[in-house]
């Protein structure tokens, strides 16, 4: 299996850090996010990696380049963000119409992804218990099918999935600019043909300063 990372945000909620510093370079300790994910993927046996990026993006490239020499790592730039959605299907060529894993470059987790479906149906989310800034959640699970509930939910998405691009396929899109949780993957939840799992390991969104200190005190704990 093959696997994307979204790199390229902005990173405004992590302003004045991000000013001249992507946000998948914030370091948790000595390690940045991306560097901390890519190794996890690679630990999976996942090594063929696909980063899309765009805000201060050659410092991304230049990077990861440096970290991973020997590694079979391509990167999708972008002049302007795409949107989740819109950098899938800008990079779709890469998979092959084989599903993929998809991670946000921006998060601090242990969660384990060597045994994630390899052929889902649509799309596999990985959940969450719901942090505190995102109380309302996003999905519930019944007996592994994602619904969304029209008030509270009891997961959050985790920024972790697989994902089968036939959905890409499967429909039109009038702009290149699209998120996948709001213009792909509505359809088939509605449909009870996305399914998921819970995860309770180590999960941090890094998209505050105060969830990079959170972040930088669950390190101190890990080690």
Avoid: C
Avoid at 92 to 118: R, V
Avoid at 203 to 220: C, F, H, P, Q, Y
């Amino acid at each position: 299996m093959k696997a994307m990372i979204l790199a390229a945000g902005l990173g405004k909620r992590l302003m004045p850090l991000t000013q001249h510093t992507p946000k998948p370079l914030i370091k948790v300790g000595n390690q940045s996010l991306i560097e901390r994910n890519i190794l996890l993927l690679q630990q999976a046996g996942i090594s063929k990696i696909l980063i899309n990026v765009s805000y201060l993006g050659d410092m991304i490239i230049d990077y990861v380049s440096h970290k991973f020499p020997q590694s079979n790592i391509s990167f999708s730039q972008e002049e302007k963000p795409l949107g989740t959605g819109g950098a899938i299907l800008n990079a779709l060529p890469f998979f092959d119409e084989k599903p993929f894993l998809l991670m946000n470059a921006d998060i601090f987790h242990n969660i384990e992804i060597k045994n994630l479906p390899q052929d889902p149906k649509k799309a596999h989310l990985v959940g969450v218990p719901n942090p505190n800034h995102n109380i309302s959640g996003d999905f519930s699970l019944k007996q592994r099918i994602v619904s969304i509930a029209s008030r509270e939910n009891d997961l959050t998405w985790s920024g972790i999935s697989v994902i089968n691009p036939i959905i890409f396929k499967e429909n039109s899109f009038q702009s290149n600019f699209f998120n996948i949780w709001d213009s792909v993957l509505p359809k088939y939840i509605d449909n009870e043909e996305v399914t998921g799992e819970i995860s309770n390991k180590l999960w941090i969104d890094v998209g505050t300063s105060e969830r990079l200190e959170l972040a930088n005190e669950m390190l101190k704990e890990e080690n």
